[in-house]
Nanobody, 122 residues
Framework: QVQLVESGGGLVQAGGSLRLSCAASGFTFSSYAMSWYRQAPGKERELVAFITSTGGNINYADSVKGRFTISRDNAKNTVYLQMNSLNPEDTAVYYC???????????????WGQGTQVTVSS
């Protein structure tokens, strides 16, 4: 079955950087798009970044454009999120998810990982 394991979170001061990793198994990683989401306390889960299976199409939430970079290594079945210039508003649990294209719509494939906590202090 789909298994996603996020890592790399932690406590960082405002202006700092972190690199998150998501190790995937149980499916053909190179055939699926991947996304990073985050959920802050009391808020809904929101999309942060998206990357297609080959990395040819990448999109970001407006709130992270220019600061975050999503990438993937299909040989290692891993997707990354490089986060720079972090601010307290980036504090959240970060999750990765696999996506499949059904017709013209992207839908979640498999389950969420356990997430990794990112805390940015001011």
């Amino acid at each position: 079955q789909v298994q996603l394991v996020e890592s790399g979170g932690g406590l960082v001061q405002a202006g700092g950087s972190l690199r998150l990793s998501c190790a995937a198994s149980g499916f053909t990683f190179s055939s699926y798009a991947m996304s990073w989401y985050r959920q802050a306390p009391g808020k809904e889960r929101e999309l942060v970044a998206f990357i297609t299976s080959t990395g040819g199409n990448i999109n970001y939430a407006d709130s992270v454009k220019g600061r975050f970079t999503i990438s993937r290594d299909n040989a290692k079945n891993t997707v990354y999120l490089q986060m720079n210039s972090l601010n307290p508003e980036d504090t959240a649990v970060y999750y990765c998810v696999a996506l499949a294209l059904y017709g013209s719509n992207w839908s979640q494939f498999g389950s969420w990982g356990q997430g990794t906590q990112v805390t940015v202090s001011s």
